[in-house]
């Protein structure tokens, strides 16, 4: 069964970058089929799809976030990471790594169906 861990700052300051790791065990991210995404939730208010990359390291960003969103890979790690940049307090949230199925270009958090165990970061002075 795979399981993911997300790792990282839980304090980040307005304008700079905010960098996650997800770590993955019982399956490696190569294997066909399947995309591993970011999610993230606010505090008050629903999931949020950040973006995805592909088993073959495709990358697809939801349009709202995506020129601050970039998300890469470590094979040799089996781990993906997430960079948003010139975050603001409203980037504050609960972030989650998943996995999901491949075939699309825009995904909703309900295409996720194994997740971390999510991590809260806070954009604060």
């Known amino acids: 069964q795979v399981q993911l861990q997300e790792s990282g700052p839980g304090l980040v300051k307005p304008s700079q970058t905010l960098s996650l790791t997800c770590t993955v065990s019982?399956?490696?991210?190569?294997?066909?089929?399947?995309?591993w995404g970011w999610i993230r939730q606010p505090p008050g208010k629903g999931q949020e799809w950040m973006g995805v990359?592909?088993?073959?390291?495709?990358?697809y960003y939801s349009p709202s976030l995506k020129s601050r969103t970039s998300i890469s890979r470590d094979t040799s790690k089996n781990q993906f990471s997430l960079q948003l940049s010139a975050v603001t307090p409203e980037d504050t949230a609960v972030y989650y790594c998943?996995?999901?199925?491949?075939?699309?270009?825009?995904?909703?958090?309900?295409?996720?169906?194994?997740w971390g165990q999510g991590t809260q970061v806070t954009v604060s002075p």
């Open positions: 998943a996995r999901g199925r491949s075939g699309k270009y825009y995904y909703t958090a309900a295409d996720f169906g194994s």
């Open positions: 990359i592909r088993y073959d390291g495709v990358t």
């Open positions: 019982g399956g490696s991210i190569t294997t066909s089929l399947y995309v």
